[in-house]
């Protein structure tokens, strides 16, 4: 099991950066595949975007392609997301997740989630 820590969200005016960054436990991480989810009030959980275990596989939600980016550090355990042309539809506490077969393709494989953060974009 790996334990993820999320850090990086704030207010930001829509038009605006972020980039968020989930720290991860334990010395397996390289073979995990991460991803991004959100959660806005009122809404199911979606998924945002995903890295595979060394990083030579990425995937994005439609909403966010373009204008979001993951990135993966395995040396300092660590997953970003830079998130660009920030909009108000954005808003929604950001959460990481691990995928054990180190694909990210699935989005129903992920778990391990950490406790999220929030993003709130102003319009």
């Known amino acids: 099991q790996v334990q993820l820590v999320e850090s990086g969200g704030g207010l930001v005016q829509a038009g605006g950066s972020l980039r968020l960054s989930c720290a991860a436990s334990?010395?397996?991480?390289?073979?995990?595949?991460m991803g991004w989810f959100r959660q806005a009030p009122g809404k199911e959980r979606e998924f945002v975007a995903a890295i595979s275990k060394y990083g030579g596989n990425t995937y994005y939600a439609d909403s966010v392609k373009g204008r979001f980016t993951i990135s993966r550090d395995n040396a300092k355990n660590t997953v970003y997301l830079q998130m660009n042309r920030l909009e108000p539809e954005d808003t929604a506490v950001y959460y990481c997740?691990?995928?054990?077969?180190?694909?990210?393709?699935?989005?129903?494989?992920?778990?391990?989630w950490g406790q999220g953060t929030q993003v709130t974009v102003s319009s």
């Open positions: 997740a691990a995928d054990p077969t180190g694909y990210g393709s699935s989005s129903h494989l992920f778990g391990s």
């Open positions: 334990g010395r397996t991480f390289s073979r995990y595949a």
